[in-house]
């Protein structure tokens, strides 16, 4: 008996310590770990005498099985994502109240990616002294005193493009210098950042010019970053359908315990499935957010349109997600432009649209031809 209950301490201290190295050291994590604790249970089941002990130790035994099969499909069917990493030199992020963090002024650095050891991309990122990812040259000499800004995430700041290749960029340039460009987005950005930048104002410490239009690039996984952002402010939804400022969503994770959980839980694909589900609350404040931030964009800048650019398209939107949505964005009276409309072979040819190798940011064309549809789709048709 005593011979038994020290191979059980054994194999629990042994799984605990595979369970360790797993989180730091191997892809699919979990997996390994379900491996090595549905070991222990089944052991369990032999060793223990009681029968109310052995089918405690057989549930246990199934349920993580049962857990551990579930990981090892997910991984089977879609972990290449988990392949793709970033690497970035000299880049400094600083936390910002209220945005939450912000890259850090007058700095350039550099940004790669890699799909297991092949480089993707490496592209030089330019940071302003205003903390916004450079504009066209129109910016600083033109005589015109109108601008258009851009809110949004990597996909307005350009991830993986050069600084003058992206869509910001770009529509100033092919504006012939009629309008000022500013590219308020940044990685990991969401509607939240560009509602409390207008809330606070913040971009009327940036501007020179006269803002005419506002231009929002959303990807349904806004809707997940309004409520599971790591620093960034925190909307809640009122019964009148009006959102309200209520602390940064990093504030129930404000203890170094609750941190280290919730990163280690994350290298989980079950729980990123689970954590990226989307509710109707999560639409409705998503819509909230951005009818907000256009009702004070068009109240403060007068004569002035807010448009959103759109995502839609198959690998990007779940079918039942973007209905929701785009019904939300009718019934709000939100100017919205398709990205299917904008790029119509996206989903039958996405490797010409995107940076390639699992990576779903669009590329330079894309950037080209969607600032294209800006210039004669928004900025021309007033």
């Known amino acids: 008996m005593k011979y038994k209950k020290r191979w059980m301490h054994t194999l629990c201290a042994a799984a605990l310590a595979i369970s360790l190295i797993s989180l730091s050291y191997f892809r699919a994590p979990y997996v390994w770990m379900a491996v090595v604790w549905s070991t222990v249970a089944f052991s369990g089941v032999i060793y223990s005498r009681n029968s109310t002990t052995k089918a405690v130790w057989l549930n246990v035994g199934v ?7 579930i990981e090892s499909y997910f991984w089977l069917n879609g972990g290449d994502g988990n392949k793709l990493r970033y690497e970035y030199r000299e880049r400094h992020i600083t936390r910002h109240t209220p945005l939450g963090y912000a890259p850090q002024e007058s700095m350039v650095y550099s940004g790669a990616r890699y799909f297991g050891d092949k480089a993707i991309y490496h592209v030089t990122y330019t940071i302003g002294a205003n903390g916004l990812r450079i504009g066209s040259p129109s910016a600083g000499g033109s005589d015109s005193t109108d601008c258009v800004v851009f809110f949004g995430d990597s ?9 003058n290749e ?3 960029y770009l529509v100033g340039q092919q504006s012939g210098g009629q309008y000022h460009t500013y590219n308020f987005g940044f990685h990991g950005y969401g509607p939240h950042q560009m509602l409390v930048t207008l809330e606070y104002n913040l971009e009327g410490h940036v501007l020179d010019c006269k803002p005419r239009f506002a231009v929002y690039q959303a990807i ?3 809707l997940r970053r309004v409520t599971h952002d790591t620093y960034g402010p925190r ?3 009122e019964k009148d359908g009006h959102v309200r400022l209520a602390g940064r969503l990093d504030d129930a994770q404000s203890n170094v315990i609750n941190t280290v959980v919730v ?3 994350k290298k989980s694909l079950l729980v990123q499935k689970i954590n990226n589900r989307i509710s109707s609350s999560d639409v409705a404040l998503f819509l909230g957010i951005v009818d907000s931030s256009r009702n004070i964009f068009e109240h403060r800048y007068t004569g002035s349109m807010f448009h959103v650019i759109f995502w839609d398209t198959e690998d990007h939107c779940p079918r039942d997600i973007c209905q929701a949505i785009l019904e939300g964005f009718r019934d709000k009276r939100i100017r919205v432009h398709l990205i299917s409309n904008i790029l119509p072979e996206y989903n039958k040819n996405k490797a010409k649209y995107t940076i ?3 990576g779903k940011h669009p590329n330079a064309l894309a950037h080209g031809l969607i600032a294209q549809y800006v210039v004669e789709n928004i900025l021309r048709k007033q």
């Open 63 to 69: 349920a993580i099985t049962t857990l551990g099969m």
């Open 155 to 163: 996909f307005t700041f350009g991830e993986g493009v050069s600084d």
């Open 166 to 168: 992206t869509m910001p």
């Open 220 to 222: 349904p996984d806004h």
């Open 235 to 237: 909307y809640v939804l």
């Open 263 to 265: 990163e280690q839980l």
């Open 356 to 358: 390639g190798l699992g």
